[in-house]
């Protein structure tokens, strides 16, 4: 597994494929199309270092494609995962691609692109979106999220305010608390039709 873009070209040049190009290529077309960047044209990163030219406000952040992130588990998820086998209840789960980038940046920084930006190498952009990384993302696609949920009906529990519940009914008339979790970009539903859980997501985010 690479840890940057350069050793990802690297591993094109040595095995003879482009495997790894195309994928940069598709993840840069998907994070453009969701306005993550805006160009700023009124001068280049060194004008900018040098005081020469001015974006009042804004500091300079190091912005860089990350190629793994290991997530660990919680207990959460496997007394979720009891509660559904003792009450009969389905699971499905899902992961929201490209998840900060379906929230506004609340930060005011730019930086230098990188070679995965292609012919745009070197220009200042501009973040617009709450990219991976950042210190206000977490919040800022905690705050959306929870806000999903809400509107969906559901209460955060007491023991873990990533875990979701809301009152339903099975069809033999059996009351239940359906269940969703949240981590990060991993979302769990727990309910006798957790498709459509699944459903609602899948509209609301990519």
Same mark, same amino acid.
């Given at each position: 597994?690479?840890?940057t873009?350069a050793?990802?070209?690297? +591993?094109?040049?040595?095995?003879?494929?482009?495997n790894?190009?195309?994928?940069?290529?598709?993840?840069m077309?998907?994070?453009?199309e969701?306005?993550?960047?805006?160009?700023?044209?009124?001068?280049?990163?060194?004008?900018?270092?040098s005081g020469?030219a001015k974006?009042?406000?804004?500091?300079?952040?190091?912005?860089?494609?990350?190629?793994?992130?290991?997530?660990d588990?919680?207990d959460?998820?496997r007394i979720?995962?009891?509660?559904?086998?003792?009450?009969?209840?389905?699971v499905?789960?899902?992961?929201?691609?490209? $998840?900060?980038?379906?929230?506004?940046?609340h930060?005011?920084?730019?930086?230098?692109a990188?070679?995965?930006?292609?012919?745009?190498?070197?220009? $200042?952009?501009i973040?617009?979106?709450?990219?991976y990384?950042?210190?206000?993302?977490g919040?800022?696609?905690?705050?959306?999220?929870?806000?999903t949920?809400?509107?969906?009906?559901?209460?955060?529990t007491?023991?873990?305010?990533?875990?979701?519940?809301r009152?339903a009914?099975?069809?033999?008339?059996?009351?239940?608390?359906?269940l969703?979790?949240?981590y $990060?970009?991993?979302?769990?539903?727990i309910?006798?039709?957790p498709?459509k859980?699944m459903?609602? +997501?899948?509209k609301?985010?990519?």
């Open positions: 597994m690479p840890k873009v050793e990802a070209y690297e +591993i094109d040049h040595i095995t003879g494929t482009n790894w190009t195309l994928a940069i290529e598709k993840e077309r998907k994070i453009r969701l306005g993550a960047f805006e160009k700023w044209n009124k001068g280049t990163s060194e004008d900018l270092r020469k974006m009042p406000g804004y500091e300079e952040i190091g912005c860089h494609m990350v190629f793994d992130i290991k997530m588990g919680k959460s998820v979720a995962l009891l509660y559904a086998a003792l009450n009969d209840l389905e499905l789960s899902c992961g929201v691609t490209n $998840v900060y980038l379906n929230v506004d940046c930060e005011k920084i730019w930086f230098q990188r070679p995965e930006f292609g012919e745009d190498e070197g220009l $200042v952009m973040i617009k979106k709450a990219l990384g950042l210190k206000s993302s919040a800022s696609w905690r705050n959306v999220i929870s806000q949920m809400l509107d969906a009906g559901y209460e955060n007491y023991a873990d305010p990533d875990v979701w519940r009152r009914v099975k069809d033999d008339g059996t009351h239940y608390y359906e969703i979790l949240v $990060v970009y991993d979302i769990m539903s309910s006798q039709i498709q859980t459903d609602m +997501i899948g609301l985010y990519d």
